[in-house]
């Protein structure tokens, strides 16, 4: 299945998870695979930011595709730019910050974890 | 968990799935969540190709990140640029190819179906 870039939503939200600004998140795929919770191309404009919040029962997956910007993993902060890659398994926490003068544009995957045996 | 593009394993295919050239693909994550297969930068010069393959038990995700190509879809060929994406799930196949004169980039992930019932 082919979805082309006009046919994509686009969502706009407004102090993610407690963070500044605005931050648009276009959704590649509708149809996800059962296991997977988001699989979108995040773009924060400069001094914009997603609040530090945890991730239970997933991991989310960050690239960093272009500009640069800070990250926190589980409260520690670095400086992250095009290239680098987070992971954010259950039970950490991140939080991401455009502190560059373009955009920072991130493809980020959602995978759930598998059931649980317990 | 933070890695440097500088720190990603860069591996080379040739001839990838009976394709045309070499595939570069750069892993970016190496502790994958369970249930991906997957998470890479897949790097295709003008000319090369990957050749038609079947995915079973889990579904490939590609965002084009840049350049131009075509791909197929159940042996049916659509042009593909940035911006868009495919979706390849269980028991469908898919090829992609250079036809532009850049690199064709993608963002390639690999969710495994859940376990079955059956």
Not at 4 to 20: I, L, N, P, W
Not at 26 to 39: D, I, N, S, T, V
Not at 66 to 77: Q, R
């Amino acid at each position: 299945m082919l979805r082309r870039d006009r046919e994509m939503t686009v969502e706009v939200r407004e102090r993610m998870r407690g963070g500044r600004g605005t931050v648009s998140i276009r959704h590649l795929e509708e149809r996800l695979p059962p296991m997977c919770r988001l699989f979108a191309e995040l773009t924060l404009k400069p001094g914009c930011s997603i609040g530090e919040h945890e991730h239970t029962h997933e991991t989310e997956l960050f690239t960093f595709i272009s500009g640069a910007g800070t990250v926190t993993d589980d409260g520690l902060s670095m400086a992250v730019k095009a290239g680098d890659t987070t992971s954010t398994p259950s039970g950490h926490s991140h939080s991401v910050a455009n502190t560059g003068k373009d955009d920072l544009v991130i493809i980020a995957a959602i995978i759930k974890d598998p059931p649980s045996a317990d």
